[in-house]
């Protein structure tokens, strides 16, 4: 094998899951690996070495509350109401056919603490717009005028708002509306600068909102009750909760729900680069049968050291200026070199900046006297401005008025005045470092640190670094490095008592829910309990998994494979090799131990029973970097004489495994597969490595790993129901403008949910969460169901699994993904299915991203990570009785606190017909049949020996949009700069089109995407 072999047999690709991973978040590691335990580092980190179980500060476990059972089955109607709200047009959400009875009982923690506010309590809403039009922190901060105006001065205390667009008071105002004349002035400020900007607020009465009806609902028997205001009543309860921590000072907030402490007690990690890990907390109000409860949950977040910018740029560590610009943009810093400013109160003014970004060469080009930047991220020494004789105390450069050659002279707001001595410098221009030194006698220390634009491209002020301290509690939004994400992992996972108890003990009081910080509490008339609450679940027993004439023990959510053979073997005769090197990564193998490795991998797979032959020659290649065009000539000479090409990576190098599957899956047609060399390296624990990649290797060549028993499929094994996933990514913070929403479909094709081809569209709009070519997408699927599966008819029923959709977009999948799914029957099925009633439609949506946990109150309840034991269901407690939901915790977590899996019913046409008549044998009601059947369809996973956190179908969608994100990675992830700081196109950050997710021919109809 030569070093760059690319003789005729060519070397010949995926990833362990591909890269040796099996499936999933923490706790969905498939394959073969055992249970991984987790170690921590106390609470800054990992686990903190606490007692097993949560145990509730007086230590006792409280009762579960009879009286909310005794609603919850008030609440079940007769089969005949069923009926009656369950009619398949009805464009409402099916009634609970009743509550799960399988499995063996258990009483629960959950992170949940009940509200109880006064049944008299009426809360009335306004809604709050601002001419001319502010966002972000201006607009917060002109609400907060507003509270201190004259017209609400008086109220003040029983008012709160979400400082954007509404308000809510406990007593209605003096006029439904008013218009509120303000002039801006800074936070901190007692009167606003000359000639500041003003502002019209307008404040308009919306509804009044009563607690009585809320609670009458929650409390009300009857199974057909509807309560509109629900969803505004929920919202302005969390806005109560909300504003404290708007107003504390010590909290930064991320988005409606997230609060973290930056106080010196905070939990915090060091990520590395600049940037802090902070534990914090996720809180929400939610309706629930019979109260209204508040979810509390620990939530993690990066966040940018705050202290000198100087020692952030130096510990961003990267000679990669348009890096550097990226991480900095949006920073807010507060200026030092200015002489200190104290309001009435005798609190300091904070002089507060937003960073643009870098000094570049083309700032303040339509200047009249530009800028001179000698090149791009230059430092004080390079950078110049016109400097007049005006003295200002800020290296400001002058406005050209648009359109007109005359200079404006930039204004200095109270932020912005001189301190230093007047300059007598006639008009020129002068270098940053010059002026610093001249106005404040300052010797720059860091002069090979950038300076900042804390104005603008068409209008920069520039500053030092080294004048600039950066302001705490701001939220990094940029995408974590592969080390600061394994610190945040390692951080972030800690054992479920550890989480229960910080909830308790600080995530109470972070999240307002404390009456003795939180004094509005008792103004609106609320009170919260200091406890979690508990409630019953259940733990189903988990389904038998079967392969070649053997079934598997599965023990803990997981078995193991030794001495059995796949259900169904994939053949495999051309197939190949191919070791990867790069500049600065170290070679696993060298020529006799690759193929001594290569040989042992190929028993591997026939130990399994895959069918395969000896490998043709492989070879070494090394790449000159990335981009080296000779890997496209390798895979372009495979596909022409190979099925399948294993390819072992130097590293788990996300931009090189990225560009394997553009190139395999989309251009050339030839399935990937990527391992790992230092893993596939390892004698130890190696057969577990392999087998776990031999489950890809028979996926992908169409065979069928293990099979779940007949019993706990039900009806789904009779051959009549084709089960579809469907989900749909967004592009992230720092993609490229053009970045596109994309859905991808799964569907199975064969009886035993062994196969499931997929599909990929582009969204025709970005951030677009329905489906906009969801007709085309099911139709392809169905054609599929009968070229690939066999089968002679068209599937009775359709299952779909529709993950990432949240409660606000429930509506919207029913009255717009719905109909587009029943278009594309109506174009295949014969008049005499749809006479029937054909195909019958169940959509179940499945949540993933919500913050509801679990701990189990017992040790017996346990498994060996102190979580719920696999299997875990809780449908009561936590739910409301009028819908049909469930939680699910399927898997065992390696590590960590396990997260249960939310299923929505949205419509079900398909479990209540079939069992309309007669159940199967000890279920006593359909939602039973759909708990244990969601529960089986998590063992279905072909990629891993344990079951899932989420059932198959939305899993294998999931897996699906990340590939997509594999051949749109150019848009995806951050694009380049050039020089001259412009956004560099290429073809591939073109617009993407449709073609760019065309899997090729060779593959499109198999699971190319495992």
Same mark, same amino acid.
């Given at each position: ?97 009743? !509550? ?38 201006? =607009? ?124 010196? *007690? ?72 200015? $002489? ?66 005359? $200079?404006? $002279? ?46 603008? $491209? ?95 023990? %599965? ?18 005769? /051309? ?52 981009? *080296? ?38 251009? !050339? ?54 089960? %579809? ?47 906009? *070519? ?22 009775? /029923?359709?299952? %779909? ?195 760019? =997710? ?13």
């Amino acid at each position: 094998m030569s070093d760059r072999g690319r003789g005729p047999r060519g070397g010949y690709g995926g990833r362990g899951g591909d890269r040796g991973r099996g499936g999933g978040n923490r706790g969905d590691r498939g394959g073969f690996s055992g249970f991984a335990r987790g170690r921590g580092r106390g609470d800054g980190g990992g686990f903190s070495g606490g007692p097993p179980l949560y145990l509730a500060p007086d230590g006792v476990v409280p009762l579960i509350d009879a009286s909310i059972q005794k609603m919850e089955d008030s609440l079940q109607g007769d089969e005949k109401t069923l009926q009656m709200l369950n009619t398949s047009l009805k464009p409402t959400y099916p009634v609970r056919p009743g !509550y799960g009875t399988r499995g063996d009982p258990v009483v629960l923690w959950a992170n949940y603490v009940q509200m109880t506010p006064l049944p008299t309590l009426c809360l009335y809403r306004y809604s709050v717009s601002v001419t001319p039009p502010a966002i972000g922190r201006k =607009l917060t901060q002109i609400v907060r005028l507003l509270l201190e105006a004259d017209e609400l001065i008086d109220r003040r205390r029983d008012i709160v708002t979400d400082f954007k667009s509404t308000l809510i008071a406990r007593e209605r105002l003096a006029r439904d509306e008013m218009v509120v004349d303000l002039a801006y002035r800074s936070e901190g400020a007692d009167e606003p600068r000359a000639n500041p900007q003003m502002y019209k607020v307008h404040l308009q009465f919306t509804d009044e909102l009563s607690m009585n009806e809320l609670t009458g609902y929650l409390t009300g028997s009857n199974v057909a009750a509807t309560y509109t205001d629900q969803f505004p009543m929920i919202q302005a309860l969390n806005i109560l909760l909300k504003h404290y921590a708007k107003e504390a000072g010590n909290l930064a907030s991320i988005g409606a729900s997230k609060t973290f402490s930056l106080g010196p *007690d905070a939990a915090k990690f060091d990520l590395g680069r600049g940037l802090d890990a902070i534990r914090g907390f996720f809180s929400s109000v939610r309706a629930a049968t019979g109260r209204v409860l508040v979810n509390v949950n620990v939530s993690h977040a990066a966040f940018y050291q705050s202290g000198p910018l100087d020692n952030l740029m130096t510990a961003f560590q990267t000679g990669n200026k348009y890096a550097l610009d990226k991480f900095l943009k949006g920073v807010r810093i507060q200026t030092t070199h200015l $002489k200190e400013k104290r309001n009435r109160r005798g609190e300091l003014i904070p002089r507060i900046k937003t960073i643009c970004g870098l000094a570049s060469p083309i700032d303040g080009r339509h200047l009249d006297h530009p800028p001179q930047v000698s090149v791009y991220g230059a430092g004080p020494k390079d950078v110049s401005f016109w400097h007049g004789s005006q003295g200002h105390s800020q290296p400001a450069t002058q406005q050209a008025e648009k359109g007109k050659g005359k $200079k404006k $002279k930039k204004k200095t707001s109270d932020n912005e005045q001189s301190t230093g001595p007047p300059s007598s410098t006639p008009e020129a221009y002068i270098t940053v470092n010059e002026f610093f030194s001249r106005t404040y006698g300052m010797q720059l220390r860091r002069p090979d640190l950038p300076v900042v634009n804390v104005g603008t $491209k068409d209008s920069p002020t520039y500053l030092p670094p080294e004048v600039c301290v950066v302001v705490p509690g701001q939220a990094a939004k940029a995408k974590l490095s592969p080390s600061q994400t394994q610190g945040m992992i390692r951080f972030a996972v800690r054992k479920p008592a550890d989480n229960a108890r910080s909830i308790v003990t600080q995530g109470l009081k972070a999240s307002g829910l404390d009456p003795a910080t939180n004094a509005l509490l008792e103004q609106f008339g609320v009170s919260i309990s200091s406890s979690l609450i508990t409630v019953p679940g259940r733990v189903l027993g988990a389904p038998r998994i079967m392969y070649q004439k053997a079934p598997a023990p %599965v023990r803990f959510g997981g078995w193991n494979m030794n001495n059995i053979k796949f259900n169904k073997c994939g053949q495999l005769a /051309n197939w190949s090799y191919l070791l990867l090197s790069l500049p600065g990564f170290s070679d696993a193998f060298d020529k006799e131990s690759f193929g001594r490795t290569i040989a042992t991998f190929g028993q591997a797979l026939m130990a399994v029973g895959i069918r395969v032959a000896p490998p043709m020659a492989g070879q070494r290649l090394q790449l000159d970097d990335m981009a *080296d065009p000779s890997l496209d000539a390798i895979l372009a000479a495979a596909a022409k004489r190979l099925k399948l090409l294993l390819i072992v990576l130097p590293d788990a190098n996300t931009p090189l495994y990225n560009r394997i599957k553009r190139l395999g899956d989309v251009k !050339y047609g030839i399935h990937t597969i990527c391992t790992v060399g230092h893993k596939l390296a390892k004698e130890r624990g190696q057969d577990q490595y392999m087998a776990n990649v031999a489950l890809k290797f028979n996926l992908k060549l169409g065979g069928q790993n293990q099979i779940v028993d007949n019993a706990r499929l039900g009806m789904l094994r009779e051959d009549k129901t084709m089960v %579809v996933g469907l989900d749909v990514t967004h592009p992230s913070p720092g993609s490229h403008p053009n970045a596109p929403s994309i859905a991808g479909m799964v569907a199975s094709v064969d009886s035993i949910f062994a196969q499931w081809p997929a599909t990929l569209r582009i969204q025709s709009k970005a951030r677009r969460e329905m489906v906009s *070519d969801l007709e085309d997408m099911l139709r392809t699927r169905l054609l599929l169901w009968g070229s690939k599966g066999g089968h002679k008819q068209l599937p009775e /029923n359709i299952l %779909v699994y529709r993950d990432g959709v949240s409660e606000g977009q429930y509506q919207t999948v029913l009255h717009e993904e719905l109909p587009l799914l029943r278009k594309a029957c109506e174009k295949l099925y014969p008049a005499t299915d749809q006479k029937k009633g054909l195909p019958r439609f169940t959509v179940i949506i499945v949540g993933k991203r919500h913050h509801t946990r679990f701990y189990p109150t017992r040790e017996a309840d346990a498994d060996r990570s102190s979580n719920p034991k696999p299997g875990t269901v809780v449908d009561r407690g936590v739910t409301e009785a009028r819908n049909w939901d469930f939680y699910l915790q399927a898997h065992a977590a390696i590590q960590g606190t396990a997260r249960p899996a939310h299923y929505f019913v949205l419509i079900d046409e398909v479990f209540r017909q079939r069992y309309k008549t007669t159940l199967p044998h000890g279920y006593k009601n359909v939602a039973d049949i759909v708990e244990e059947t969601t529960q089986a369809l998590c063992y279905t996973f072909g990629r891993a020996t344990r079951a899932v956190s989420i059932c198959t179908p939305a899993y294998y969608a999931d897996i699906l949009c990340e590939r997509a994100r594999c051949y749109l990675s150019n848009v995806f992830d951050s694009p380049s700069q050039s020089a001259t700081g412009s956004v560099v196109e290429s073809e591939h950050e073109a617009e993407p089109s449709q073609e760019d =997710l065309g899997v090729h021919e060779n593959l499109k109809d198999t699971m190319f995407y495992i």
